[in-house]
């Protein structure tokens, strides 16, 4: 089974209003956990990096009040689109890099993926 | 900066066929190369690695050789299935770049014929 799971796996609003993603990780604690976003046709392309306990670190040319972050536990991270807009719609990806505790699948640093989000805003 | 290039797809073959997926890179350091596969309504799932040059990374059939020389990690396969068909993503790590993070190519669909 996945050992890092987003919810909601597509979600469809409207525009103007917030959304919220969450990815967590299910057999391990991530101290580190990245977000993607993947245009269609397109490859992977990192927006932040969310660090268990402090503020994210955002790629440039990310809004940082357009896409909040919060890691509040080493086992959930949330992406909320703020007044969400049709230009972002897209399909967004987590991915989280085990530490911490030993045992748990792979090795320490590995990366794991959720199995995506799709957001659709009308 | 750091940058992934690999072939546009989609590439289509029948079942038993030879696979072949060119990807090469730019990096400043010295990266780590990975493949990985993502399965329709899936996450991406590493499918193989290599952490310097010469190395091979093997898995399912696959294999890529880590080639310095020519700043390349093509991905091969003898002889493909149809639950093959998926979309592969060739991406690198800069050991230089603390946290780990991943710079990925285009993505390459795959199509395999019965």
């Known amino acids: 089974g996945a050992v890092v799971s987003q919810h909601p796996s597509w979600v469809i609003c409207k525009s103007g209003t917030s959304v919220k993603i969450e990815c967590r990780s299910l057999?391990?604690?991530?101290?580190?956990m990245f977000w993607y976003r993947q245009f269609p046709k397109q490859s992977l392309m990192l927006m932040a990096t969310s660090n268990e306990g402090s503020k994210a670190t955002y790629e440039q040319g990310v809004e940082k009040d357009k896409f909040l972050i919060n890691h509040a536990s080493l086992t959930l991270s949330t992406l909320t689109v703020t007044s969400a807009h049709p230009e972002d719609s897209s399909f967004y990806i987590c991915?989280?890099?085990?530490?911490?505790?030993?045992?748990?699948?792979?090795?320490?640093?590995?990366?794991?993926f959720g199995e995506g989000s799709r957001l659709t805003v009308l | 900066g750091n940058s992934v290039t690999q072939m546009e797809g989609p590439v289509t073959l029948s079942e038993e066929a030879f696979l072949t997926i060119n990807c090469t890179y730019t990096?400043?350091?010295?990266?780590?190369l990975f493949w990985y596969v993502q399965y329709p309504g899936e996450g991406l799932q590493l499918l193989l690695k290599?952490?310097?040059?010469?190395d091979k990374g093997s898995n399912k059939g696959f294999e890529a050789t880590y080639r310095k020389e020519t700043t390349s990690f093509h991905l091969e396969k003898g002889s493909v299935q149809v639950s093959d068909s998926a979309v592969y993503f060739c991406a690198l790590s800069d050991r230089n770049n603390a946290g780990n993070m991943l710079t990925f190519g285009g993505g390459t669909r795959l199509m395999v014929k019965p």
């Open positions: 991915s989280a890099r085990r530490g911490g505790l030993a045992g748990g699948p792979g090795h320490p640093g590995e990366l794991f």
């Open positions: 290599a952490t310097k040059a010469d």
């Open positions: 057999d391990f604690q991530a101290t580190t």
């Open positions: 990096a400043t350091g010295y990266p780590s």
